[in-house]
């Protein structure tokens, strides 16, 4: 799997929150927002259940990946999915630091991809529990 995934037994606004809330908690902030929903309806007439789409990014680590791999803002923000699914429920999705940066080739992100995924666990939790 390339994400780590929970439901929540809440809405997607208050998914949006308490998402945002736990992000900020760990030292991210949220610097892109996609209401794919609305997106799609203006520019294609689509009709598509609530899904968000928040570039996250933790400035501290950012700027270590940086330094290590300058090519590593093509993966950058890190990606954060809120969708309501089918039988009503919100799904709460984050990339997988240690999946995503196994294509690069460099073992100085081995390290800062394990930290990164620590962090995104503990939102996560952070998240359910809220």
Do not use: W
């Not at 294609?44 to 590593?72: F, M, Q, S, T």
């Amino acid at each position: 799997m390339y994400g780590i995934h929970i439901t929540v037994d809440c809405g997607i606004e208050e998914a949006d929150q308490k998402t945002r809330a736990a992000l900020k908690a760990e030292g991210f902030g949220v610097l892109t927002e996609i209401n794919v929903q609305k997106t799609l309806k203006e520019k294609i007439d689509v009709d598509r259940k609530p899904y968000i789409i928040l570039g996250a990014c933790n400035p501290k680590l950012a700027n270590d990946a940086l330094n290590a791999e300058p090519d590593l803002g093509l993966l950058l923000p890190c990606n954060v999915v809120i969708r309501e699914e089918d039988d009503g429920s919100t799904t709460v999705a984050i990339v997988d630091p240690e999946s995503m940066f196994q294509v690069v080739d460099n073992p100085a992100m081995e390290t800062l991809a394990k930290e990164v995924r620590v962090r995104f666990e503990r939102i996560m939790d952070a998240i359910k529990n809220a």
